[in-house]
C-alpha cells in the first residue's frame, strides 16, 4: 500500500476541468530519434511513474503497482509524458466523478465527460497532448471517448504490445490498457510503434458487419447515429446484418467488484478507508459475494464467449453504439431511453461491458451527431485488422469530429 493516501494539490489555474491529478514542471522526455518522437501523452493516474505520485483519485491508500511497462515502453519509442490524469475513483465508475471533485466535459461544464478514463478523454479532446493512456474493464476508454468526440481504442485483452503490467488493476480479468486520439490515425501510429508492424487502411467493400443496435436500450439522437454510421458503411459496400445479444452485466459485475475488493482489501479493513460512498459500498458489496457466485459468473462468461464466437464465425466486424445517451448532466443518476428511466452506469455499461468481460478489440470513434460514438469490435487478436477498417473509415471521410 502507499499508506493513507496524500492530500490532493488544488485545481490547476489552467485546468477547469479538473482533468490533471499531477503535472511535473517538466514533461518526461522521451528518447530522441524513435518512431514516436515529437509526440506528446498524458498518463491514467493508474499507471506507475517512477517519481510521480499515484492515488487513482481517491482520498484511500491503494497498493504500489510498480513502474509501468507500457509508460517505460513508450517514452523509449520517444514520445515525451506530460503528466498523470484524473479518473472515476479507482476506475469503478463512467462518470469521472472521485475524490477530487471530478472531472467535467470538456465542452460543457454541466455535462460529465465520462469515465473512468475520464481525464485522459478531456487532455485529448482540448488538444493538450496528442494521445493518453487509459485503461478499459467495461467501458472506461470507450465511454469517455464517445461524450469527449474522441476516439479511442481497446486492445485484444492481453496483447503484448499493450501490457498492463505496472497498472493498478481494477478487475484482472478485464482489464486492458490502451490509447484516446483525436483521430485513428494517431492511434494507429502508437500501435505500429509498440508492436513493430505496418497497419494498412482497409476497404469495406465486402465486409460482413454484425449491427448490434437494442433499440430500446439508447437515446433517439444515438439511434439515428448509429443508423446513419451503417448506412455509410452500406454505401462502401459493407453487408450490413441486424443481430441481437443479451446484456451480460450478470456475468461482468460479480467478477469485477469481487476482483475490486480483493485489490483494495487492505484499505477495507480500515474503519473509514477513504472512499466515496458509491465505491465503498460497492467494494464491500464484492467482498460479501460468495465464492460460488463468482464462479457461477464466471461460467455465465463462457456461456457469452461462445454467443460471440459464433457471431463471429459469420461476420467479420460488429457495429455497436458506445454510449445510450448524449453526455448526462452532473450528478445525473438515470437516463431517459425508449424503454423508459434506467441506472445511468447499467445503460452504459451493458452495451461496452460484454468486449471487455471477453477480451475482444474494439474501437470506438465518433458519429455524425456530436458526442455520441459507435465502436467497432472484432474477433480476439484481429487487432491490426480492425485498426485498418478504421483507417479505412477515416480515409473515407466517414469518422467525423465530435465537436
Known amino acids: 500500500m502507499t499508506g493513507s493516501a496524500p ?49 487513482a483519485s481517491t482520498r484511500a491508500p491503494v497498493p504500489d503497482p510498480g513502474e509501468s511497462v507500457l509508460v517505460r515502453r513508450l517514452l523509449d519509442l520517444g514520445a515525451a509524458a506530460v503528466g498523470k490524469t484524473h479518473l472515476h475513483e479507482i476506475a469503478l465508475g463512467i462518470t469521472g466523478l472521485n475524490g477530487s471533485g471530478g472531472t467535467v466535459h470538456p465542452a460543457d461544464p454541466e455535462r460529465v465527460p465520462g469515465g473512468s478514463s475520464s481525464g485522459a478523454a478531456v487532455s485529448v479532446a482540448l488538444g493538450q497532448v496528442d494521445f493518453a493512456l487509459g485503461t478499459d474493464t467495461g467501458g472506461s476508454i470507450r465511454i469517455p471517448a464517445a461524450w469527449c468526440g474522441v476516439t479511442g481504442f481497446k486492445p485484444t485483452k492481453r496483447h503484448p504490445a499493450w501490457s498492463t503490467e505496472g497498472v493498478l488493476p481494477l478487475s484482472w480479468t478485464c482489464d486492458h490498457a490502451g490509447p484516446l486520439a483525436r483521430d485513428v490515425r494517431t492511434v494507429v501510429r502508437v500501435h505500429e510503434a509498440l508492436t513493430g508492424q505496418r497497419v494498412s487502411a482497409r476497404d469495406w467493400a465486402g465486409v460482413r458487419v454484425a449491427l448490434w443496435l437494442p433499440d430500446s436500450w439508447v437515446h433517439d439522437a444515438v439511434h439515428a447515429a448509429v443508423r446513419a454510421f451503417s448506412t455509410d458503411l452500406e454505401g462502401q459496400g459493407a453487408q450490413v446484418t441486424r443481430v441481437e445479444l443479451p446484456e451480460m452485466l450478470d456475468a461482468y459485475t460479480p467478477i469485477v467488484i469481487s476482483e475490486a475488493a480483493q485489490v483494495h ?53 460488429l457495429l455497436a453504439p458506445t454510449v445510450p445517451t448524449p453526455p448526462p448532466l452532473a ?66 471521410g466517414d469518422v467525423r469530429s465530435g465537436s
Open 265 to 317: 482489501a487492505e484499505a477495507l479493513r480500515l474503519e473509514d478507508p477513504g472512499f466515496l460512498p458509491f465505491t465503498l459500498a460497492t467494494l464491500r458489496q464484492g467482498a460479501a459475494l460468495e465464492p460460488a457466485e463468482v464462479q457461477a459468473a464466471f461460467g455465465r462468461r463462457e456461456a457469452y464467449r461462445a454467443r460471440l464466437d459464433g457471431v463471429f464465425t459469420a461476420f467479420d466486424v
Open 7 to 55: 492530500p490532493f494539490p488544488p485545481a490547476l489555474p489552467d485546468d477547469p476541468q479538473r482533468a490533471w491529478a499531477y503535472r511535473p514542471a517538466s514533461p518526461l522526455p522521451g528518447v530522441p530519434g524513435g518512431p514516436l518522437s515529437g509526440l506528446t501523452f498524458s498518463v491514467k493516474d493508474l499507471y506507475g511513474v517512477p517519481g510521480w505520485p499515484l492515488r
Open 331 to 396: 450528478g445525473q443518476d438515470e437516463v431517459e431511453l425508449r424503454d423508459g428511466r434506467l441506472p445511468l452506469r447499467r445503460a452504459a455499461l451493458r452495451l461496452t461491458a460484454p468486449f471487455s468481460l471477453l477480451g475482444l478489440p474494439t474501437l470506438a470513434v465518433p458519429a455524425a451527431t456530436p458526442f455520441v460514438g459507435v465502436q467497432l469490435v472484432a474477433p480476439q487478436g484481429h487487432d491490426d485488422r480492425l485498426l485498418g477498417l478504421g483507417l479505412g473509415l477515416q480515409s473515407a
